[in-house]
């Protein structure tokens, strides 16, 4: 069974600094991983989404880079700004046999505050 | 192109009633998943369908709970004689073919509470 932890469950860093959020997974064999923000009461909205053979996406401030085989995640979020605020989520598939199309098994999420 | 809709965003019922919560999936697409995210617990994968049919239902209780996306119409997750534990946020998320490289759009919730 895929179990996914994500470290810190909490951080809270000043404005502009450059902060990395970690997420491991016990079974190594995925076919993707997605990264996703939560704001308060709000729904999620996907941030990158990394194929098992790649070793990482960018987009704007972001960067999520993906080591399949020792089953670790990081999302970098560079010059952080108040507005990136919220919970991050990872995700990969719930089954390493779905192809791609499953259901997602999510971390705990990291609590993130940036502080003006 | 709306995003994935869910309605109602809100739904009080007492225990015992029936809920009956509404997703419609992005044009488009003919995936659509369904997730529970309990208070102070993460989000829990509960059913996985494609029109007319349930692919995964592995995170479905076993009672009480059901789910359909019909040919026509938004996908219903149902669920009868709900008790307090029920009370959590549902969410509804959709991708376009199924294959590893598409995204799950989630929608916005709905936020069900068992009085």
């Known amino acids: 069974k895929q179990e996914v932890t994500q470290i810190p469950a909490a951080l809270s860093v000043p404005e502009g600094e450059n902060l990395v959020l970690n997420c491991s997974f016990t079974?190594?064999?995925?076919?993707?991983l997605q990264w996703f923000r939560q704001d308060p009461g709000k729904g999620l909205t996907s941030l990158l989404l990394i194929q098992s053979s790649q070793r990482e996406q960018t987009s704007g401030r972001l960067n999520a880079s993906l080591d399949k085989s020792s089953g670790r995640s990081t999302l970098y979020i560079a010059a952080s700004q108040p507005g990136d605020s919220a919970t991050y989520l990872c995700a990969v598939p719930v089954t390493s046999s779905g192809g791609g199309a499953d259901g997602l098994t999510f971390g705990k999420g990291t609590h993130l505050i940036i502080q003006p | 192109n709306a995003g994935v809709m869910q309605n109602p965003r809100h739904l009080v019922r007492r225990r015992g009633q029936e809920a009956r919560l509404r997703c419609s999936p992005m044009?488009?697409?003919?995936?659509v998943y369904w997730y529970r995210q309990l208070p102070e617990e993460g989000l829990k994968f509960m059913v996985y369908l494609q029109k007319e049919n349930i692919i995964d239902e592995s995170g479905m209780p076993k009672e009480r709970f059901s789910a359909e996306f019909p040919k026509e119409g938004p996908s219903i997750l149902r669920i009868q004689q709900v008790v307090r534990g029920d009370s959590a946020a549902y969410f509804c998320a959709s991708s376009r073919q199924g294959y590893s490289t598409d995204t799950q759009y989630f929608g916005p919730g709905t936020r069900l509470t068992v009085l």
């Open positions: 044009k488009g697409h003919s995936h």
């Open positions: 079974d190594s064999a995925i076919y993707n």
